[in-house]
């Protein structure tokens, strides 16, 4: 179930385009293996993002086969895109799979914990654009190792925010299975909402996505 209702995004998607035939058999495999990759509409919101910011270094945490990765490696011509993902056989397919589309020279699939990859490995790197998709629980560890890599201005998307409606109504949880993640996400939107150096919007689209801006860091 997604935060807006079923029409509404059966909706959206009649009017979703893909990259390329391409990246349209690529969704069409992940889909069907039960990968859960972004959403249309989150993916037209996003890549259109691309098209204000034309972002030149792209980090994606949570890379899955790859994806979201070669969205926006086709998208943005020209831009390098680092993706990390934790499990090491969905690591090895999503290598498999930016090199069959021919996107190697352009894209890097690290593999580990996001916040320890960026921590040991991307320090002496500098971002303009990320987007954060992996264990919903730990959001707030990604993204604080992120603005430390990131450039004043750079933009960090929070995606699957709303888990459900979860986080925003306890009318919302189905399960008590849910509720870690669900207090850990309310304590990270209030954070994003607190920090000084950041103005973050908080969108019910989709799964729901926080689109955060950093400003000058002291
Ligand atoms: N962004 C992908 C797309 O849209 O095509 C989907 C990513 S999927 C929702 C989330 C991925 O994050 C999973 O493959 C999972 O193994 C990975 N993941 C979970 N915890 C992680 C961590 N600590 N560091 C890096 N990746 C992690």
């Given amino acids: 179930m997604n935060i807006t209702t079923e029409p509404v995004e059966t909706y959206i998607d009649t009017l979703y385009k893909p990259l ?3 990246l349209e058999a690529f969704r069409a495999r992940a889909e069907n293996d039960g ?7 989150t993916e037209m919101f996003l890549l259109n993002l691309m098209n204000i910011k034309r972002p030149t270094n ?14 926006f490696a086709k998208k943005v011509k020209g831009c390098n895109v680092t ?4 499990d090491e056989e969905t690591h090895q397919k999503a290598v498999r799979n930016i090199s069959a589309l021919n996107l190697a020279e352009r894209v890097t699939v690290l593999q580990g914990d996001a916040e320890t990859v960026i921590r040991e490995q991307l ?7 990320v987007f954060i998709d ?9 993204f604080d190792a992120a603005v430390t890599v990131c450039a004043d201005g750079a933009l960090l998307i929070s995606d699957d925010i709303l888990l459900k409606g979860g986080t925003a109504s306890d009318s919302y949880i189905r399960s008590r299975r849910h509720l870690t993640n669900i207090r850990k996400m309310r304590e990270y939107l209030a954070y994003l909402s607190s920090l000084s150096y950041a103005d973050t919007s908080f969108v019910p689209m989709g799964t729901g996505i926080a689109i955060t801006v950093l400003g000058k860091r002291g």
Avoid: N
């Fill in 134 to 142: 992996a264990a919903k629980s730990h959001y707030k560890r990604f």
């Fill in 35 to 41: 990968i859960p990759i972004i959403l249309k509409s």
């Fill in 20 to 22: 390329s035939e391409e």
């Fill in 83 to 86: 993706s990390i993902e934790l």
């Fill in 58 to 71: 792209i980090l994606e945490i949570g890379t899955a086969v790859g994806y979201s990765t070669a969205c």
């Fill in 123 to 129: 320090s002496d790197q500098t971002f303009d654009f």
